[in-house]
């Protein structure tokens, strides 16, 4: 039987096993593209979706110093005529990459979420992204599926579970935001 006490265990249980290394690697990824000016673009679908929003949200909001450039973040899933406007004409596994092309130039970063790995619209925003020089982040679960190999730095939450893996994700974004702000 489900209670949200076993709950709170497995999702406590699989924080441990969240690699340290690429975590760090996204924090000097970021530290790079804000010193240099660069963008910093998230995308994701439904909870992941949402998860790169608040990611964005939390960065343009609280990472403000005098003696450091500004972020600039953009979350493609955030402009939802345009999202719908190129789901409806054109297909939805373009709902990322279209924006991206228009907005990203090379040496910007990508923040790619997808539980399972192989949501295409986000797949081919990192295709999309690797033929435009970016930096390809992505934060997946499962084995990693699609996603990993279109990575520069993959962080894999390994569990089944769709919402211990968004809830990894919300973790790791949050890690990755505290340490910025220092």
Known sequence: MFTPAAYFQTVAAVLPQIPAEPVAQIVAVLRQAQAAGKRIFTCGNGGSSANASHFVNDMLKSTIRPDRPRLKLICLSDNISTLTAYANDVGY????????????????????????GNSPNVLRAMETAGALGLTRIGL?????????????????????????????HLVILHAVFLALCE
């Open 93 to 116: 596994d373009v709902i990322f990459a279209e924006p991206l092309a228009s907005l990203a130039e090379a040496g910007d970063v990508i923040i790619a979420l997808s539980g399972s």
């Open 140 to 168: 997946t679960g499962r084995d990693g599926g699609k996603l990993k190999d279109l990575c520069d730095i993959c962080v894999i939450v390994p569990h089944d579970s769709m919402q211990v893996i968004e809830d990894a």
